[in-house]
């Protein structure tokens, strides 16, 4: 090759390099206005000695806040629970998520089953109880772990894999029907999940249900042995005193401001561009909207009669994470409520969670969307970040804590934590009652 070809040659690399910045450039300007299937696809990746890895993007809200293990004994039943400890669950939750996936992948079409079935699933062994605190869509939930093929269309927040015989079964309790459901897990294998908690020990954890002394709650509480010590947490508004507050968030939220208008209404700064509208308060309080038209930039799917619950979920989890996840500190975001209106729109609810434990915001959820014929045509968000202090909350026993919440005509309900954020500079957690099936 020629000295002249060579330069030429050169030449043509720096061009080809050139373009590529520019492209790359360009791309991270353009705001969003398709769907975002080439975001959301994570890989399932598992290493040679057969660990399951869990997808990075999407397992954020597929952890679950508690988790239980019977573990095979003589004479009396041993159990390891644990809650309100974020790192003891997500590893335990790691040695069993591969039974899960497995699990839900091969799912086939549930029976349903008994009271007395769901309790005796829930004190056999070996078994693994998951507990999500949220309402999820089974599909999506499937989908959030990469769970291939599965098929069913219920909605839980508990789920427990025990054996029956020689086999495998995956039972939930259904939170819209309030019934309990069972499936033959037939490619999980049950020597799998007594290797799963054969490390495990026995803490002395229990069911409200196995105890008469704890009748008056929910029958499906977890009990430990310990009064939890949660922390208390420093909170604030994460855009207050932030003069670029607004143009961060519209950029994690593609919003264009090239041609958009800016102005202020009262304690709001308002950003319009067409007929879509993004208003953002003092408070943290984010308002998107746009106009009867629909023109909404956030398409989930063209096919607009055919968006599916999973796809619906998948893109408001995506949208919620990318606005709300890397402001909240050291909370996490779960999906609590989804549901589907007469007309066909799909409203959507996020809420945050600290050590396992909900968080309950004054106003409203974390984020909440809505969404018609494939578009996220509104949602709110609500920006808090949280801080870990020094103190920890001083709680009652949970035997006195439930005497209070039966005084109080509190009988039946489920009884747990949960910090009260009413915009204040510090959130304690207390013991309340809630909703045995939905948190």
């Known amino acids: 090759m020629t000295k002249r070809m060579k330069v030429i040659e050169g030449i043509k690399s720096l061009l080809i390099l050139l373009l590529i910045c520019s492209a790359v450039f360009l791309a991270s300007r353009t705001a969003l206005r398709g769907p975002l299937t080439d975001l959301l696809s994570p890989e399932l990746n598992t290493n040679t000695a057969g660990v399951y890895h869990l997808p990075t993007q999407r397992v954020e809200m597929a952890r679950p806040v508690r ?9 009396r039943i041993l159990r390891y629970g644990v809650q309100y400890d974020p790192a003891a669950c997500d590893a335990l939750f790691q040695q069993g998520a591969s039974l899960l996936v497995e699990a839900l992948s091969s799912a086939s079409q549930p029976r349903e089953i008994s009271r007395e079935e769901w309790q005796r699933a ?3 062994a070996p078994n693994l109880y998951f507990d999500f605190l949220g309402r999820l869509p089974l599909a999506l939930l499937a989908n959030w772990l990469s769970a291939p093929d599965c098929t069913l269309t219920g909605t839980a927040r508990q789920l427990v894999l025990t054996t029956e015989g020689e086999k495998v079964l995956l039972c939930y309790r259904d939170t819209e029907e309030n019934k309990y459901y069972a499936w033959t897990a037939g490619v999980v294998n049950p020597e799998h999940l007594v290797q799963a908690v054969s490390t495990l020990s026995d803490n002395g954890a229990f069911f409200a249900f196995e105890s008469e002394e704890y009748a008056a709650i929910d029958p499906d509480t977890l009990i430990l042995q310990d009064t939890p010590q949660p922390g208390v947490y420093q909170s604030a508004n994460p855009l207050n005193g932030e003069g670029d507050g607004l143009t ?12 958009t208008a800016f102005y202020s209404a ?18 943290g309080v984010l308002e998107y909207s746009c106009d009867s038209t629909g023109d ?14 999973t796809e619906i979920g998948d893109y408001c989890r995506f949208l919620a994470q990318r606005a709300l996840g890397q402001r909240c500190g050291q909370a996490r975001l779960y999906l609590s409520a989804i549901g589907q209106e007469e007309d066909g729109s799909v409203n959507l609810s996020f809420d945050y969670c600290l050590e396992g434990a909900r968080v309950t915001l004054e106003g409203g959820p974390a984020a909440s969307f809505l969404v018609k014929d494939g578009r996220v045509v509104q949602f709110t968000l609500r920006c808090r970040r949280y801080t870990l202090s020094e103190q920890t909350a001083l709680l009652l ?7 209070i919440l039966e005084q109080l005509d509190g009988r039946g309900e489920e009884l747990q934590l949960l910090y009260l954020d009413q915009g204040g500079e510090a959130v304690s957690a207390q013991w309340a009652a809630g909703s045995g099936i939905g948190g």
């Open 67 to 75: 988790m239980a293990a019977a573990i095979p004994g003589e004479g």
């Open 266 to 283: 009262g304690d709001e700064r308002v950003a319009r561009n067409g007929g879509e509208s993004i208003r953002l308060s003092r408070r």
């Open 397 to 403: 026993p949970e035997r006195q804590a439930m005497a």
């Open 122 to 124: 829930l004190t056999a």
């Open 296 to 309: 909404s930039r956030y398409v989930i799917t063209d096919r607009r009669e055919i968006c599916t619950l």
């Open 248 to 259: 961060q968030i519209l950029n994690d939220l593609y919003f264009p401001q090239e041609s």
